[in-house]
């Protein structure tokens, strides 16, 4: 008369994913949580690159007294520990009438992350030669159609490889996912995901069900540009 | 005015680290000085260092601190070891090694919530897959996240296998530069495979090294979200790291002030192990690097 | 034209309706999915009753409650009202944000009378601060068939006594035969539910963290009577138990590793669902020389001043009326978390759509017990009838109890050391 340990499926089933798909409670929309998290990964990313691009490229091109130990300090900001952090961000962007929002959830990620992306894309610049943009200069172009014909396709692995690592981290962002949206069409996929296990109930179908095409769309941004990916690491600012 | 000109690319990104992070910074240090409990309250009594002088006499702050460096330094050896092994292992052309690869990913874009409950589960002692399978070897089952001795080494484990895939591939990218001519020519010279990897590999790819254990450093420390959703720094706060006490102190017994406090201090404390990584480990400089 | 005239009619009638309805938006804890569908169904009934008032539920995992309500109190944002516990009614109420609600109270307990101890926790300085609306009292629930297997009989123990000799007996009897099975299921994690266990032994002498003036008097003879059983009964508990929260407990539980152990009813849901019936329950077995106690969860509703200031107030009464009527009420109970969310006015008690729900009907004996319960129920710290001393929201926040069990049953400190290293704690959150 027990009952053996369900941990496991026995039988293969798609009613999860039928579930996941098509049961839309209010609070669990699961395709709407992917939606959501996508618009935020894919905005956050883009904007914190268009920043980082802006930055590091001055940073490399146009260095000032202690520029070197700027951009480590960029870095340091990465290191501080999120928690009590939590509440001020918070009711910054109460202020701002940013919460509950996509937007002041985009506008905190590209924040936290623009600085590393600065970092990591300023030794990109720094290793294609500031020559081939000066002849450019020399055959009549400006400076920013030097920039955006040279440099810019020069250094693209490493802006695609920014972009993805900044997509990463936000796509399973929790804690300030958590403070900052409420609304439950307006959740992430971490959110999501959260409510389907609770320190009660664990729902092994759909949340595995979810883990799983939570991890779909993310190859599937992934795979055209692994090779892109790679060499952006290997070349330039790990390049030795 | 011209020596300057850098400066006007980067106002953006100073303009809104000073709004969504510096500011917050300057709310928790106002904090961290007043007797505040939930660190809104208005206008709250001035108490100068009484909070750090508090948690100076706090034995579990005290304790966290040396958790948290063991708990990096642990995770440090683990993340910089294992994917270097991988990728040595894994640096082979064909189909087989490409699709490895890209599964090797998964647990780096699985949330950390996922990953932190789904292993509480695997884990569990009497009904849990680990230790089903540990019986089927014939061996006695383990208590791997409420016993003392075992919590803290087996969250390491799980953090680190989070960690590995990426720094597997960061690593398998600097490998993947190293021209196959320079291996060929030390075969020539006779020397045999670890000598290559001794003279030829690690010097190449030291650069690297130090980059993923930069990243490895500082996720780490401030890993929050799998301790908290697995032992909730227990069992009898073995697992009490900083980042997990700070936030018990600020979200569970409402000590916003001696929060604030605790996190200034680690937040002192980070930056100057980052400051000492880069001054003492940074790999020579070449021309304007990092 | 038409288009013109329909146009204007649209333009005069759409601000009427719009000006007409009230919306209010409330949050709850309560994740899974089919607690989201019993909330949602209970709104669409008030709805149709109220077609002037748009209700909206809004899920916070109770794992983020305390962190969301704090940041929505300081950037006053926050909902109109929200399903609690005393803790986090305390906290809230500390962070002056909720109003009192003693005219809902008195209406509610005229109309439907309610159980006196489930008040208690939301009695602060003389007024009431939340409105409870469903309880969780512990029981000591059981498998009969165990229990028939290794005791050859399926009358459960009733004292303390007997129920050592029982966990030992099924304990021992079952490793000999090779396939153990615990007696007793206990857990020692740093959570909430290791609190809820020793709490409910505590209760079984009558144990008291606080006087009526809201002093310390946890360091007693009964706790350290109480803290020593736990540990005694402890040793009949499975070895992994020590790092277990709800979930693991209730999974071994299921997977029948575990005979007996003092828990909330709600294990009927699942064992219904497999068309399992072995289970029952009985009160909370007390020395002889002790009490009928256990742990008792009140879960409530506190209302935000913002409700106050948007003009929401009226339909948030209204709305809170509308969920304690007993056919509703039974909604909240009954069909979202059975055995687990029990009524805690007795008209709700006594009504029939509670009793008719098919899983409570399945197990009427235990629910019949579970519904005893809520009479000798008490919470920590509420002990005397009202929250006396507003610390036993940091107390419990910082899992003091469940520490101080770590410390005996994995640090194999002392008892009586770990009881006085708990109420040192407990004194240094008074300050």
């Given at each position: 008369m027990t009952l053996k340990p369900s941990l496991f499926p026995r039988e293969f089933t798609f009613k999860h994913y039928e579930f996941i798909f098509f049961t839309r409670y209010p609070s669990k929309d699961f395709p709407q949580n992917v939606v959501n998290s996508l618009i935020v990964g894919i905005l956050a990313s883009a904007f914190a690159n268009f920043l980082a691009v802006i930055g590091a490229y001055g940073l490399s091109r146009y260095p000032f007294p202690g520029s070197d130990i700027f951009s480590r300090m960029l870095l340091i900001i990465y290191v501080l520990p999120g928690i009590p952090l939590l509440l001020p961000i918070y009711s910054l962007l109460a202020r701002m009438r940013l919460t509950d929002n996509l937007i002041g959830l985009i506008l905190v990620y590209v924040a936290i992350n623009t600085p590393f992306a600065v970092w990591f894309l300023k030794s990109f610049f720094q290793a294609i030669p500031v020559e081939l943009e000066e002849a450019a200069k020399v055959d009549g172009a400006s400076s920013f159609r030097a920039f955006v014909s040279i440099t810019l396709p020069m250094s693209l692995p490493g802006i695609v490889t920014t972009f993805m690592y900044v997509l990463v981290t936000t796509w399973g962002e929790y804690s300030l996912a958590q403070i900052i949206i409420t609304s439950d069409w307006k959740k992430t996929v971490p959110l999501g995901l959260a409510t389907y296990m609770t320190d009660q109930y664990i729902e092994w179908g759909p949340l595995l069900a979810a883990t799983t095409l939570v991890v779909v769309p993310i190859i599937m941004l992934f795979l055209p540009f692994t090779k892109q990916f790679i060499s952006g690491l290997s070349s330039g600012a790990l390049k030795d | 005015m011209k020596k300057y000109r850098g400066l006007i690319f980067v106002l953006p990104v100073i303009i809104l680290v000073l709004f969504i992070v510096v500011l917050p910074i300057i709310t928790m240090l106002n904090n961290s000085l007043r007797d505040v409990r939930f660190g809104f309250e208005k206008n709250p009594a001035f108490t100068g260092l009484k909070n750090y002088l508090d948690l100076l006499e706090d034995e579990t702050f005290i304790d966290s601190i040396g958790k948290s460096f063991l708990w990096t330094a642990e995770n440090l050896l683990i993340q910089l070891t294992v994917p270097l092994l991988l990728a040595l292992l894994l640096n082979r052309k064909g189909r087989f090694y490409q699709f490895v690869r890209s599964v090797l990913l998964i647990p780096w874009i699985l949330p950390m919530v996922v990953v932190s409950i789904v292993w509480r589960w695997l884990l569990e002692p009497n009904i849990g897959y680990v230790n089903y399978l540990i019986k089927c070897l014939g061996l006695s089952l383990v208590n791997f996240l409420g016993s003392t001795s075992l919590a803290f080494h087996i969250l390491v484990l799980i953090n680190s296998w989070h960690f590995i895939p990426f720094g597997t591939i960061l690593m398998l990218a600097a490998l993947s530069t190293i021209p196959t001519s320079l291996y060929d020519a030390a075969k020539v010279d006779g020397a045999n495979s670890f000598k290559?990897?001794?003279?030829?590999?690690f010097p190449l790819i030291g650069r690297i090294i130090w980059f993923v254990g930069l990243l490895a450093f500082m996720w780490s420390f401030n890993t929050f979200d799998l301790i908290w959703l697995?032992?909730?720094?227990?069992?009898?706060?073995?697992?009490?790291?900083?980042?997990?006490y700070i936030y018990k102190l600020a979200f569970k017994t409402y000590e916003a002030g001696k929060a604030s406090a605790a996190a200034l201090i680690s937040t002192l404390i980070l930056i100057g192990v980052a400051v000492i990584y880069f001054i003492v480990f940074t790999p020579r400089e070449k021309k304007g690097v990092a | 034209m038409r288009k013109f005239v329909i146009l204007l009619v649209l333009l005069t009638v759409l601000p009427l309706v719009i000006l007409g309805t009230t919306t209010i938006v409330f949050w709850h804890h309560e994740a899974p999915a089919h607690?989201?569908?019993?909330?949602?169904?209970?709104?669409?009934?008030?709805?149709?009753?109220?077609?002037?008032?748009?209700v909206i539920q809004q899920v916070v995992p109770w794992g983020d409650a305390w962190t969301k309500t704090l940041a929505a109190i300081e950037a006053g944002t926050t909902p109109d009202f929200q399903f609690s516990l005393p803790e986090l009614t305390i906290t809230a109420y500390e962070a002056n944000a909720i109003i009192p609600v003693d005219d809902i109270i008195q209406e509610l307990d005229s109309k439907y009378q309610y159980v006196q101890s489930q008040l208690a926790p939301y009695k602060i300085n003389g007024?009431?601060?939340?409105?409870?609306i469903w309880t969780m009292p512990m029981v000591l629930i059981y498998r009969p068939s165990i229990l028939e297997q290794y005791l050859g009989t399926k009358e459960p123990p009733r004292t303390w006594n007997e129920l050592l000799l029982a966990a030992q007996k099924i304990t021992l009897l079952s490793s000999e035969k090779g396939d153990t099975i615990y007696g007793i299921g206990l857990t020692a994690g740093n959570n909430l539910c290791t609190q809820e266990q020793v709490y409910t032994i505590m209760a079984n002498l009558g144990v008291k963290f606080f006087d009526e003036k809201g002093n310390l008097t946890f360091n007693s003879p009964q706790t350290l009577r109480a803290v020593e059983f736990y540990k005694d009964l402890y040793m009949f508990s499975p070895p992994g138990s020590t790092g277990w929260a709800w979930g693991e407990i209730e999974m071994n539980f299921s997977a029948g590793k575990i005979a007996m152990m003092p828990y909330f009813g709600g294990l009927q849901k699942r064992f219904y669902d497999?068309?399992?019936?072995?289970?029952?329950?009985?009160?909370q077995p007390y020395p002889i020389d002790g009490v009928k106690g256990n742990l008792i969860y009140p879960n409530d509703v506190h209302i935000f001043k913002s409700a106050v200031e948007k003009g929401h107030l009226e339909a948030v009464k209204k709305f809170l009326i509308f969920i304690m009527r007993p056919d509703i009420n039974a909604i909240l109970t009954a069909q979202m978390e059975p055995g687990s969310f029990v009524p805690v006015t007795k008209a709700a008690q006594e009504s029939e759509h509670y009793w008719d729900d098919p899983i409570i009907k399945a197990f009427r004996h235990m629910n019949e017990v579970i519904i005893e319960a809520t009479n000798y129920g008490t919470l920590y710290g509420f002990e005397t009838g009202s929250a006396v001393n507003l610390a036993i929201g940091s107390i419990s926040g910082a899992n003091t109890l469940a520490e101080m069990i770590q410390n005996v049953v994995t640090n194999k400190m002392g008892v009586v050391d770990a009881v006085k290293w708990a109420e040192e704690k407990m004194e240094s959150f008074m300050k």
């Open positions: - | 290559r990897l001794i003279h030829i590999t697995t032992t909730q720094g227990g069992p009898a706060n073995s697992t009490m790291t900083l980042p997990t | 607690r989201v569908a019993a909330f949602q169904k209970i709104i669409n009934l008030f709805q149709k009753e109220n077609p002037d008032i748009k007024k009431y601060w939340g409105v409870p497999l068309e399992n019936y072995d289970l029952d329950a009985v009160i």
